[in-house]
């Protein structure tokens, strides 16, 4: 399915949130994620379905300033 990945259209197999943070290399316990718009917690995105189209915002601390 086609996705829109922090801005960036991609094709992915996940069907849960959980799925594509994995899929993607993200580190489950270090990022904030959104599905079109809205937050979703940790503990929600296994139960968090995607679809056509989803927008996901994958977000990672920076250090610095």
């Known amino acids: 399915m086609r996705i ?3 801005g960036t ?3 992915t197999g ?3 949130l959980a799925e594509l943070v994995a899929e ?3 580190p489950e316990t270090a990022v904030a994620t959104a ?3 809205a937050f979703v917690p940790r503990g929600a995105r296994a ?3 995607l679809a056509e189209g989803a927008r996901v915002e994958v977000l990672t601390p920076m250090q610095g300033g």
């Open 4 to 6: 829109e990945l922090n």
């Open 9 to 11: 259209r991609v094709e």
């Open 14 to 16: 996940a069907i849960t």
């Open 24 to 26: 993607r290399g993200f």
């Open 35 to 37: 599905l079109d718009g």
């Open 47 to 49: 139960d968090t379905a």
